[in-house]
C-alpha cells in the first residue's frame, strides 16, 4: 500500500537557519503530494502542493519539488522565524485517500 | 472563507457513554474523513464517505461508527466510550479529484474518564 516516511524530529532550530525536512514515499501511479503544517493547537493547514514530477509547490517561503526517480518531496525554507514552529506532515494522494507521514515538530528559537 | 466546523473543541465524556462528533463543511465537497492523531502514531483514519449514506472503513474502524445523512455534514460516533479513546479527533473534506488536498476542521480534543 502507500506510504510516506518522513524523517524524524523534534528538530530545534535558531531563526534564520535554514530548514530541512526529508519525505520519501512509496505509492502506485501517480500520486499528488502535500505538506500540511498544524500549529500548536489547531488543526492541520495545507502548506503546498504538487501534482506532477518535477512540479515545485510554494508557500510562505517555503519550497518543495516533486521528485519521481527519487520518491521525495522535501520541504525546505531558507530562513526560518519564530512563527514557523509547528508540526510539519508530509502526504500523498492516491484516489480517495491521503496516506500521511508521522509528522516533524519544528521548534525555532529567537 | 470556506471552512470544516467541528462542533466541540473539548468535551469530556465518561466511560461507556454514547459520544457524537459533528462535523459540518460548507464547501459542497464530496467526500468527508474522521482521523484520530495520538502522539507517536501520528493520523490515523477511522471512516470516511465519498458520498451522502455512504461510508468506508479506514484503518482503524473498531469502536466507532459513523452517519452521513446530508452532504454538508458528517458524525462520528463512538458507541460505547472507552479510555483508550481519548484523542484529538480531526475531520476533514475534499473534493473528489486528486490533485486537492483535504480541509482540516479545527480537532476536537476528547477526554473519556
Known amino acids: 500500500g502507500d506510504s510516506v516516511t518522513q524523517m524524524e524530529g523534534p528538530v530545534t532550530l535558531s531563526e534564520e537557519a535554514f530548514l530541512t525536512i526529508n519525505c520519501t514515499y512509496t505509492?502506485?501511479?501517480?500520486?499528488?503530494l502535500f505538506w500540511y503544517v498544524q500549529y500548536p493547537g489547531e488543526g492541520l493547514q495545507l502548506l503546498l502542493k504538487a501534482t506532477k514530477a518535477d512540479d515545485k509547490g510554494s508557500n510562505k517561503g517555503f519550497e518543495a519539488t516533486y521528485r519521481k526517480e527519487t520518491t521525495s518531496f522535501h520541504l525546505e525554507k531558507g530562513s526560518v522565524q519564530v512563527s514557523d514552529s509547528a508540526v510539519y506532515f508530509c502526504a500523498l494522494r492516491n484516489d480517495y485517500k491521503l496516506s500521511f507521514g508521522a509528522g516533524t515538530t519544528v521548534t525555532v528559537r529567537a | 472563507d470556506v471552512k470544516v466546523t467541528q462542533s466541540s473543541r473539548y468535551l469530556v465524556k465518561r466511560t461507556g457513554e454514547k459520544v457524537f462528533l459533528e462535523c459540518v463543511q460548507d464547501m459542497d465537497h464530496e467526500n468527508m474523513f474522521w482521523y484520530r492523531q495520538d502522539p507517536g502514531l501520528g493520523l490515523r483514519l477511522i471512516y470516511f464517505s465519498y458520498d451522502v449514506k455512504m461510508k468506508e472503513k479506514g484503518d482503524i474502524p473498531e469502536g466507532y461508527s459513523v452517519s452521513r445523512e446530508k452532504k454538508e455534514r458528517f458524525s462520528l460516533i463512538l458507541e460505547s466510550a472507552s479510555t483508550n479513546q481519548t484523542s484529538m479527533y480531526l475531520c476533514a473534506s475534499s473534493m473528489d479529484r486528486e490533485n486537492y488536498g483535504y480541509t482540516f476542521g479545527s480537532g476536537t480534543r476528547l477526554t473519556v474518564v
Open positions: 505509492a502506485t501511479g501517480y500520486p499528488s
